[in-house]
T-cell receptor
Framework: SQQGEEDPQALSIQEGENATMNCSYK?????LQWYRQNSGRGLVHLIL?????REKHSGRLRVTLDTSKKSSSLLITASRAADTASYFC???????????FGTGTSLTVIP | KAGVTQTPRYLIKTRGQQVTLSCSPI?????VSWYQQTPGQGLQFLFE???????NKGNFPGRFSGRQFSNSRSEMNVSTLELGDSALYLC???????????????FGEGSRLTVL
């Protein structure tokens, strides 16, 4: 299966700390995207990184991509209670046109 | 610009019944895809429609079907409901230009189906 896996499954940090979550996938990709989901709600797109990019920033978010290791990481700096949510990576394989979502990391930011 | 709208938000059905869920994409988006989300299986791709044609299909039984109308609105139907069909069903729209859909997905809030 192309489905990615996020690590860790759950993460609990204090407000103001940085949060790092990782995503691993199995096949060559066109791009990798990160999404956030608040409990019981729809997913919200955070950032997209293409296979020829190694790092991308958006506000407090920093995403890295290592295609040789088939992995990506999402860093949220100076976390806030409002960042509490589940975070998913989604990959689009080179040979397909379907999104594959990872298993998600549940982040809890304690005020 | 209005977001993706899914109806109904919540519904309860019994085993053996059928259900139809509706999704209105963002104006101008021609691609609509559906996902099933459960605690055990995560997000599973059901199918994608582009300009009224099913472009891609996930690994679900034939009880799960969908369609897309000329205004890009989409419906999915699940027949002969089973307990395991209880899930959050998410619809996502995107511009979906070209053969492959590789751009950002815009999700609705989902339809939470409970099968008793």
């Amino acid at each position: 299966s192309q489905q990615g896996e996020e690590d860790p499954q759950a993460l609990s940090i204090q407000e103001g700390e940085n949060a790092t979550m990782n995503c691993s996938y199995k096949t060559s990709i066109n791009n990798l995207q990160w999404y956030r989901q608040n409990s019981g709600r729809g997913l919200v797109h955070l950032i997209l990184i293409r296979s020829n990019e190694r790092e991308k920033h958006s506000g407090r978010l920093r995403v890295t991509l290592d295609t040789s290791k088939k992995s990506s990481s999402l860093l949220i700096t100076a976390s806030r209670a409002a960042d509490t949510a589940s975070y998913f990576c989604a990959t689009v394989p080179n040979t397909g046109n379907q999104f594959y979502f990872g298993t998600g990391t549940s982040l809890t930011v304690i005020p | 610009k209005a977001g993706v709208t899914q109806t109904p938000r919540y519904l309860i059905k019994t085993r053996g019944q059928q259900v139809t869920l509706s999704c209105s994409p963002i104006s101008g988006h021609r691609s609509v895809s559906w996902y099933q989300q459960t605690p055990g299986q995560g997000l599973q791709f059901l199918f994608e429609y582009f300009s009224e044609t099913q472009r891609n299909k996930g690994n679900f039984p034939g009880r799960f079907s969908g369609r897309q109308f000329s205004n890009s609105r989409s419906e999915m139907n699940v027949s002969t409901l089973e307990l395991g069909d209880s899930a959050l069903y998410l619809c996502a729209s995107s511009l979906g230009q070209g053969i492959a859909n590789t751009g950002e997905l815009f999700f609705g809030e989902g339809s939470r189906l409970t099968v008793l």
